[in-house]
């Protein structure tokens, strides 16, 4: 591959990076800023509070799948990557400055929700446009191996994300965390959200999407629950292909570091130590399994381990022309747009 399809790959999946690093933030200072918003009581109730409101963020993903998948199919993959990470600079910004309840009440609560119904909204839409930008932005033979960098940035992610929790728990007192350095890392992502937010300003539209424009395709029914209906049991068929990886994957990912400091009694520098190796190992895994599944096909490579956390062959098989484990083509929205230029899509399956 060229250094114009790499700039491809970075500039298409970087969002990722700031977008799960601002998801994962929350997770990981959850245990520090727990006690800011919600009046003094059991700690444990507290930090259920909080563990609540993250929670909320993820019935907003698939929603945010669908209308920023909407924008992709009808503005651009542009339009919709610059949206979602506007969205995620925005919620960031939000959970940055929202003030505490001993200022504001439950005010400050409720600040907290609305940056995580934005920050649901975008991440689910991020996840969707850049897995359809990776995918029309590469050769066939590549697509496994570009689209794991989709799971690679997200990883890095969160691993600068704990690597920032460590970093500040070597260099505050426990007092400072508590009262005001967990603040930092949602500067930090809000920054992160305006340099990815430059750079997908000068990125150009895939080649693919381009086509159908001139081609005059009739875009009125693209990115719709109809036009979803009518490959439904692809699309379900996607679902219980990930679901059970994507409870793993937040299993060891999110709650792993809260059981070992809470339950386990680890410290909790040892506990993010052990989860910040445990990413490292998944990252450099991913290209591994990608270009595993160029040379011997998304279903060959899936199989195995369906109950393992979501990898890129699984989302090349959704995302290229390759033929559904059932024999019949897959027709997945991503899928389309990359086998059959007429009718591309980006709402996710």
Same mark, same amino acid.
């Given at each position: 591959?060229?250094?114009?399809?790499w700039? +491809?790959?970075?500039?298409?999946?970087?969002?990722? @990076?700031?977008?799960?690093?601002?998801?994962?933030?929350?997770?990981?200072?959850? &245990?520090?800023?727990?006690? /800011?918003?919600?009046?003094? %009581?059991n700690?444990?109730? +507290?930090?259920?509070? #909080?563990?609540?409101?993250?929670?909320?963020g993820?019935f907003?993903?698939p929603? =945010?799948?669908w209308?920023? %998948?909407?924008?992709?199919d009808r503005?651009?993959?542009k339009?919709?990557?610059?949206? &979602?990470?506007?969205? @995620?600079?925005?919620?960031?910004?939000l959970?940055?400055?929202?003030?505490?309840y /001993?200022?504001?009440?439950y005010?400050?609560?409720?600040?907290?929700?609305?940056?995580?119904?934005?920050? !649901?909204?975008?991440? !689910? %839409?991020?996840?969707?446009?850049?897995?359809?930008?990776?995918?029309?932005?590469s050769?066939p033979?590549h697509?496994?191996?570009?689209?794991?960098?989709?799971?690679?940035?997200?990883?890095a992610?969160?691993? *600068?994300?704990?690597?920032?929790?460590?970093l500040?728990q070597? #260099? *505050?007192?426990?007092?400072?965390?508590?009262?005001?350095?967990?603040r930092?890392?949602?500067?930090?992502?809000?920054? %992160?959200a305006?340099?990815?937010?430059?750079?997908r300003?000068?990125?150009?539209?895939?080649?693919?999407?381009?086509?159908?424009?001139?081609?005059?395709?009739?875009r009125g029914?693209?990115?719709?629950?109809?036009?979803?209906?009518?490959?439904?049991r692809?699309?379900?068929l996607?679902?219980a292909?990930?679901?059970?990886?994507?409870?793993a994957?937040y299993?060891?990912?999110t709650?792993?570091?809260?059981?070992?400091?809470?339950s386990?009694?680890?410290p +909790?520098?040892?506990? #993010?130590l052990?989860?910040?190796?445990?990413l490292?190992?998944?990252?450099?895994?991913?290209?591994?399994a990608?270009?595993?599944?160029d040379?011997? =096909?998304?279903?060959?490579? $899936?199989?195995?381990?369906?109950?393992?956390?979501?990898s $890129?062959?699984c989302?090349?098989?959704?995302?290229?022309?390759?033929?559904?484990?059932?024999?019949?083509?897959?027709a997945?929205?991503?899928?389309?747009? $990359? $086998?059959?230029p007429?009718?591309p899509?980006?709402t996710?399956a």
């Amino acid at each position: 591959m060229g250094r114009e399809h790499w700039k +491809k790959i970075w500039v298409g999946s970087a969002g990722n @990076m700031v977008e799960w690093f601002d998801w994962f933030v929350y997770a990981s200072f959850a &245990t520090y800023f727990a006690g /800011a918003f919600f009046p003094e %009581g059991n700690d444990t109730a +507290k930090l259920m509070n #909080t563990a609540g409101i993250f929670a909320v963020g993820f019935f907003m993903r698939p929603v =945010g799948g669908w209308l920023l %998948g909407r924008v992709g199919d009808r503005r651009g993959r542009k339009a919709a990557l610059t949206l &979602t990470v506007t969205l @995620m600079s925005a919620s960031a910004v939000l959970i940055a400055v929202a003030p505490t309840y /001993a200022v504001a009440g439950y005010g400050g609560a409720a600040i907290l929700l609305v940056a995580r119904l934005l920050q !649901g909204l975008s991440v !689910g %839409g991020e996840y969707a446009a850049s897995a359809t930008y990776l995918t029309e932005a590469s050769a066939p033979e590549h697509r496994g191996f570009a689209s794991s960098f989709q799971y690679v940035l997200m990883t890095a992610g969160r691993v *600068l994300g704990l690597g920032l929790l460590l970093l500040l728990q070597q #260099t *505050l007192s426990d007092a400072a965390l508590h009262s005001w350095g967990w603040r930092i890392p949602f500067v930090v992502g809000a920054l %992160g959200a305006a340099v990815v937010f430059y750079l997908r300003r000068t990125m150009l539209e895939t080649e693919v999407y381009e086509e159908s424009a001139g081609d005059g395709v009739e875009r009125g029914q693209q990115g719709t629950l109809r036009a979803l209906w009518a490959h439904r049991r692809e699309a379900f068929l996607v679902v219980a292909l990930t679901m059970g990886g994507t409870v793993a994957y937040y299993t060891y990912t999110t709650y792993l570091t809260k059981y070992l400091s809470n339950s386990a009694g680890l410290p +909790k520098q040892t506990a #993010t130590l052990v989860s910040f190796c445990a990413l490292i190992v998944f990252a450099c895994l991913q290209p591994l399994a990608g270009r595993l599944s160029d040379r011997i =096909g998304r279903r060959p490579s $899936s199989s195995p381990s369906r109950s393992a956390p979501p990898s $890129s062959p699984c989302r090349s098989w959704r995302c290229s022309g390759t033929r559904a484990p059932s024999g019949r083509p897959s027709a997945s929205p991503s899928s389309r747009s $990359s $086998s059959s230029p007429a009718t591309p899509r980006s709402t996710p399956a």
